[in-house]
Every structure is written in structure tokens, then in C-alpha cells.
């Protein structure tokens, strides 16, 4: 077991990824170590139930790779997209246990070297579990040398980043990174579904709540120009959450249970038992996943077969905000 403490997790990257290792500033290491010398931890919202977190529900839901490969490829792709390296360097800055290092690993070669990293100290100890290198650090605050790696990607929960935390970690992403790397920063728009499911579900049903703020164009845009990023570019991206089942109603109630995990919704579970928990989380979210279509249409949760193979998919479709720039 690797552990959380600081020095431990660095000297595992010596040993485990010594290319890795070789980007991490000493000196920078040691003022961290230094700061958190005698403090207690924060409380982590991603850390073990035990101590008011949700972070094994989190983990339970991540083991389902596909559910979100779809978004997690376009990211990537937006970073790696005209990089010279075979293998560019990227920090996943809110990499939980390592699920985007997961499905990069099922990719064929040449693929980019995902660097995991969290604030979390139970998310970075259960991603070293799973094989997976990483350095507890926090995205306002990187360990990395100046112009060390090649992409960074800051998503996936970006709103539990403040205003202030949120602009320094776009000026972070920018030191960090050589010239022509590449950030970028995904959450969703406030008045989004997205926005509307954390604060009607996941505020009233998970034990951590959920009192974030999420993001909107002209503060994303921002973020990123008055780091110093040249280029700048937003997008809406297609980030659905699918889930397979045998049965229309088996994949229906597999993304309800993704649902439950991803979100701790443990008062949904106390309130209707588990199998109906899940049943109303997907009834919940066909009520709030709608975005209307350029045709006047609506795109909304959608179930079909695949006759090929015998099953039925889920798809809840989500709406991302998605900003890219480049380090001149």
C-alpha cells in the first residue's frame, strides 16, 4: 500500500513511473510537506463513508469504464490534437482513482502519458490500489516543474473549485505547461441540467450535499485569457452517461444505479431501499435531462436495442462546457 502522505507517493514515482517523477519539483514538494507538517486534514468529500465522505460510492461507479468514454475521449482528443509528441505528458488534475488513465489504457499505441492527480488523499491511495501512479496535489497548487508537461486537464468537478481557486489554477496550468501545450477546463453552464440535477438531487439526497457553483462562458473564458492563454476557444460538448442492460428496464435501472454511486445518493437509498432507489434516480433524471435541438426538438434520455448483441442501452445525454487554450 503506497499510502497518502506526500514524500511516500513521490518516492513510488521514482519507482513506478520515473519518467513522471523526473517533472515533479523538489522544492515544491518540500514547501507542501512542510505547510501540512502537524495540520489536520481537510474534510474530504471524496474520502471513506466512515468519515462523512461518499468516496466508495464514487470508486463503485467509476469501475463502469464505458459509462463516460465518449466524453473522455473528445477531451483528450482536444488535448492531444496537434501535439508533435508521440506520447504527450497530461495532468488530469481532478483524477480521482484514475479513471481517465483507465480508458486511455485500453487505447492502442501511441497514446498520451495520463499523470493522475488529486486533492483527495482516499482517491490517490485508491488509484495507486488499482495500478494506477498518482500524486495527491491540489490544481491551484501543482507540484510540477515550470513548462514540464504537455496537456492539463481540469474536469470533471471543477465547480468544487472557488472563483479564486478556479483562476489560479488556470495560471497554474499555464506555468506548467511548455509552449503550445494545451489546458483545458470542462464543467457545465449554471441554468444547465446538469446544474438544475446537482441542486434539486445531489444537494438533497447525497450526505455531502452539493452547495457549488457551476460556470458560465464569459468567467470560463476569462479564467483562461487572463492566465496568459493565447487561442482561446469554447465549445458544448457531448458528455452523456450510458449505461447497458438485458432488458430496457435492466439498462434503465443500471444507469439509475450509476447514479446513486457516482452521486452518494445514500437518502434516496434510506428512503426507497436500493432497486427502487435506482429506479427513482433514473425517473428523476429523465424528468431533468432535456436540451433543446437546433430542429426545435429535444435531445432526452433515450433507451434502444442493439440486436447484435442482445442488449438495450441507456444514454442520458449532458451538455458540457468545454474551454481550450494554448500556451504560446
Not at 471543477?158 to 506548467?176: D, I, K, P, T, Y
Not at 452539493?210 to 492563454?229: K, P, S, V
Request: proline share 5%; aromatic share 8%; charged share 25%.
Amino acid at each position: 500500500m503506497i499510502g497518502t502522505e506526500l514524500h511516500t507517493q513521490v518516492e513510488a514515482l521514482e519507482t513506478h513511473a520515473p519518467a513522471v517523477h523526473r517533472l515533479v519539483d523538489p522544492a515544491r514538494v518540500a514547501r507542501q510537506a512542510g505547510r501540512e507538517a502537524g495540520r489536520a486534514r481537510p474534510a474530504d468529500a471524496f474520502g471513506a463513508a466512515s468519515g462523512g465522505g461518499r468516496g466508495e460510492s464514487y470508486i463503485a461507479a467509476q469501475r463502469a469504464l464505458h459509462t463516460r468514454r465518449h466524453g473522455i475521449t473528445q477531451l483528450l482528443d482536444l488535448l492531444t490534437a496537434d501535439h508533435p509528441a508521440p506520447s504527450p505528458v497530461v495532468l488530469d488534475l481532478l483524477g480521482g482513482d484514475g479513471l481517465v488513465a483507465k480508458v486511455v489504457a485500453e487505447w492502442d499505441e501511441p497514446r498520451p502519458t495520463i499523470v493522475t492527480c488529486d486533492a483527495s488523499p482516499f482517491m490517490v491511495e485508491a488509484a495507486w490500489a488499482d495500478g494506477v501512479p498518482a500524486l495527491r496535489q491540489r490544481a491551484e497548487e501543482m507540484l510540477f516543474r515550470d513548462a514540464s508537461v504537455d496537456g492539463v486537464l481540469l474536469a470533471y468537478g471543477s465547480h468544487h473549485l472557488s472563483r479564486e481557486q478556479r483562476g489560479a489554477a488556470a495560471r497554474e496550468a499555464f506555468r506548467v505547461l511548455g509552449a503550445g501545450g494545451a489546458f483545458v477546463l470542462h464543467d457545465f453552464l449554471t441554468g444547465s441540467p446538469m446544474d438544475t440535477w446537482f441542486a434539486k438531487v445531489v444537494d438533497a439526497y447525497s450526505r455531502t450535499g452539493h452547495d457549488h457553483e457551476h460556470f458560465d462562458r464569459a468567467e470560463t473564458e476569462g479564467y483562461l485569457r487572463d492566465a496568459g492563454f493565447a487561442d482561446v476557444r469554447l465549445t458544448l460538448l457531448d458528455d452523456p452517461f450510458v449505461a447497458t442492460g438485458a432488458s430496457r428496464r435492466e439498462a434503465e435501472l443500471a444507469l439509475g444505479a450509476y447514479l446513486v454511486n457516482m452521486y452518494g445518493l445514500v437518502e434516496l437509498v434510506a428512503e426507497h431501499g436500493e432497486r427502487t432507489a435506482h429506479a427513482r434516480a433514473f425517473e428523476l433524471a429523465a424528468d431533468i435531462f432535456r436540451y433543446e435541438r437546433p430542429d426545435g426538438g429535444t435531445w432526452e434520455i433515450r433507451t434502444v436495442p442493439d440486436e447484435e448483441r442482445g442488449t438495450w442501452t441507456t444514454t442520458m445525454p449532458r451538455e458540457a462546457l468545454v474551454a481550450v487554450g494554448r500556451r504560446p
